[in-house]
């Protein structure tokens, strides 16, 4: 056995079963032993932006770490920017990078580089093969890291390892799951809530499952609090039987406005709030002055069960909370602007959906009005770095075919990675990418509006706008071989909508603003 | 002034004349800037990918540095790949990455990362700036920097720098040269060429202008020697007056085989020519037993200088070279090959062109054909990260307007940065991407074969295959807004290529192989 086949061997056994890929030259023993050791689908994607968001995406929803394949160090580094999302979302993706043969990397050969600097940045483990033999056991301490810390890791793998004989199939240890919050803390924070004080349970990571919510819901019915969710979380549910919450906005004088009123805020598998960018004469840290800061469960946590075990504390496990007021929401009618995009969305989305949120200036609508849908789930951009909504998308569909995948898609952001469109036709999605194409960086002259630039020069207009050619989005979606339609009222996008869903497959939908 | 406006004002007086930009939030205060001191043309690219491509196709072509402007350490690491090619082709390319406001970076924000990290491994300098009144003179020392190490300098600014007041013009000290080569080394390499032992010199660097062909050319017909390029160089002259001259090939056997016979091997300007991948039983520094190895000029030495030197010590100056043999190149016709792309190139290119040469493995038969071609220029893929083609051809089309842009173009590696269309047609550059679409990844197809897999299995066939869909040029460039047509054969390729050079502003035709 070679040592491609054995690595792959031991990913098998580990659980894994879709690899997202663009290889290279060095990447080839592993290339041939995906025919020689079947278990584990291939798919390619056209650049490593789409190759890196896809497995974010696949293993937000499978549960299950996607491994990605990248060639050296510049395939690697075309990968970061989706790697960092990952990273936000403490996503256990296992990256394999291919290096150069152990004995051809002194040669400095043109594709050499310093893969380590360039992977820390976005892993929580970064290591390299030192043999064909041993490089089944180095994908283990990968997936080992990558699960203990829910975060990617990296192993580099020099491509004598990889095609060398002597490959083993690695022992596979159990997965490690997230660590458990003690019941000190459970109590430290049941003591707070036992105050009388307004708290507010500020919710993140596996606490924003269906269950999570819902125990955080029968807590804050109980002790007279309220739920809120992090602002851009990995996954969230939501859906008529999953209580509805108010979701942290985007600017810090609104975060701070959401806070208001509270005495505690506990923190459930999330961090303090933050500023996204920080303005002057705003505050970084955004916890209103008087409301104290609690952590029942850190990021890396087990938030749920910590919610499980809180509410047992509480003695809230039979709490009712008040049936919740749902939006209700309008079939959007002529012109076309992001709410009305965003409720179409809400009243077309079949049971079970996945929605995609990368809608940066064009989403903001859609918090307040998903509750008014079906059962979904959501996944958003955790770390801000564009680019991330296409690929996310084909990777949740990938892990999820029973389930139809909605991409609310902002233009700018979806022009980094339209090269996933590609892998969708291939791959035959159910994807319906629904494009808010205004043809300008709407948030980024949200930015200049903040600080004091309403008619911006022809240098920063030209910076911020995308027209002068506007991209012609079915044009684009035609040529990866996706079905696309334009929209330029509601009427139009009700429609176009609901066709998508019924039909299998990709298919785009340019919501004109 | 503020902070952003004296460093734009400094590079303006540093010689600084176009940014190519892809701006975040923490780039707003030099976005506007650019407006309050202009003198910077700025050039928006769809992804940083595009932006750092065409910074190093500029700076290659116009011999002053291009600035980028890059969103944090996301946005720096989408232009990561392209640098590397810019590192590789030792172009000074000056990148101003924003940065979160000093006082928020302890926030750990969203878009947070380790930007050093990701930067030293493409940068000969990487700094950051520390207050807004210093901001000039740091992006002077970057200057300085990528200037003298002939390598990408990566200056990293922080907002609050950017927009506080306090700003200044910061002195600009002459710009330094490439180091020059000690008369020492000149009489040595003179007295090996005497020895009368057959000699080749190896060009890369400045030695690759017209004036340094022509020297080289001087010397070798006066010792008895031959004049080889280095296999991908970042420049290169090329016509009826310029020398002809052999490439070094791409595979270690065919390196090997075109350097036999050689008694010294000068480095003229290049490094020792090594495999671009490490091959079982095969060397990785590919200089034939037997023959000795020496070094006129490093690579970030003077090559041209040295070779002027190294004439007068041979006492070469007034040798003349036999009349060179060109090779005839025929009308391709039929159906065609990526001989027959190579020919119709060679044969419709304008006076003055330059050739974008990222045609992987359709462009091997090029380098044999160019030199039947009008006078031209020649810039290729120097580090081997994929998606140079389209960036560079965009930055050398701003650097020489009054130049026909033809950019050889591989289909697989167009898609990597297929984005660089839009700019293209934004800009009205005279470029024309002739796409070779053999819809696969041909030379991993090339590797697989050398590794003894001529039937890949499902799997490596679906990551080395393009089709299933195949990507749709024409509506592609359509979608970014440029005139496209499909040739089939060598007539319609002809034609194509004539009434693109005729035309203004950008084309696309598709070459089908």
Same mark, same amino acid.
């Given at each position: 056995m070679k040592g491609a086949e054995g690595l792959l061997a031991t990913a098998i056994e580990a659980g894994v079963r879709v690899c997202f890929a663009n290889p290279g030259t060095t990447e080839m023993p592993l290339v041939e032993a995906f025919d020689a050791v079947p278990g584990i689908r291939t798919v390619l994607g056209l650049s490593e932006g789409v190759v890196t968001g896809a497995a974010d995406g696949y293993t937000r929803m499978a549960g299950v770490p996607a491994m990605t394949l990248l060639h050296l160090g510049p395939g690697f580094a075309n990968g970061i920017a989706n790697l960092h999302n990952a990273r936000r979302a403490r996503t256990p993706v296992i990256n394999v990078v291919g290096e150069h043969a152990t004995w051809h990397q002194?040669?400095?050969?043109?594709?050499?580089?310093d893969i380590e600097s360039l992977a820390a940045p976005v892993s929580g483990w970064v290591g390299r093969t030192t043999s064909a033999r041993s490089a089944g056991a180095e994908f283990v301490e990968a997936r080992q890291a990558a699960l203990r810390d829910r975060l990617p890791a990296t192993l580099i793998a020099a491509a004598d390892h990889m095609w060398s004989e002597g490959g083993t199939t690695a022992d596979v240890p159990p997965a490690p799951g997230p660590a458990e919050v003690e019941q000190e803390q459970v109590d430290a924070v049941a003591k707070v809530l036992a105050s009388g004080e307004r708290p507010a349970l500020l919710l993140g990571g596996n606490a924003l499952s269906a269950d999570g919510i819902r125990t955080a819901a029968r807590i804050a019915a109980a002790v007279g609090g309220e739920v809120l969710a992090e602002r851009s979380p990995a996954r969230i549910e939501r859906g008529p039987d999953v209580p509805p919450l108010r979701s942290l906005p985007y600017f810090p004088e609104d975060v701070l406005g959401s806070l208001d009123g509270f005495s505690h805020l506990v923190l459930v598998g999330t961090t303090e709030p933050v500023a996204f960018f920080g303005y002057e004469g705003?505050?970084?840290?955004l916890v209103p002055d008087g409301t104290q800061l609690h952590t029942?469960?850190?990021?890396?946590?087990?938030a749920a069960a910590a919610l499980d075990a809180l509410a047992e504390a509480t003695g809230s496990a039979d709490a009712r909370p008040p049936a919740p007021q749902r939006p209700e929401v309008r079939a959007p009618q002529g012109d076309l602007t992001s709410s009305a995009i965003a409720a179409a969305i809400v009243l077309t989305q079949p049971e079970g959906a996945i929605v995609v949120n990368e809608? $940066?200036?064009?989403?903001?609508?859609y918090p307040g009005l998903a509750?008014?849908?079906p059962r979904h789930t959501e996944i958003t951009?955790?770390?801000?770095?564009?680019?991330?909504g296409i690929p996310a998308a084909t990777g949740a569909a990938v892990a999820c075919p029973d389930r139809h995948v909605i991409d609310f898609q902002a233009d700018g952001s979806a022009l980094y990675t339209v090269q996933g469109l590609w892998t969708q036709a291939r791959q035959r999605l159910d994807v319906t990418t629904v494009i808010c194409s205004n043809s300008r960086y709407r948030i980024l002259e949200a930015e200049l509006s903040r600080a004091g $630039?309403?008619?911006?020069g022809p240098a920063a207009a030209g910076m911020t706008a995308l027209g002068d050619?506007?991209?012609?989005w079915t044009a684009l979606a035609a040529g990866f071989g996706v079905p696309a339609v334009r929209a330029t009222t509601g009427e139009q996008l009700l429609d176009a909508l609901r066709q998508a869903s019924l039909e299998p497959g990709p298919h785009l939908v340019e919501a004109v603003i």
């Open positions: 002194p040669a400095d050969a043109p594709l050499a580089s705003m505050p970084s840290v029942l469960a850190d990021p890396g946590q087990d809608g $940066v200036s064009s989403s903001g609508a509750a008014a849908a951009l955790t770390g801000g770095a564009i680019g991330m $630039v309403d008619r911006p050619p506007a991209p012609d």
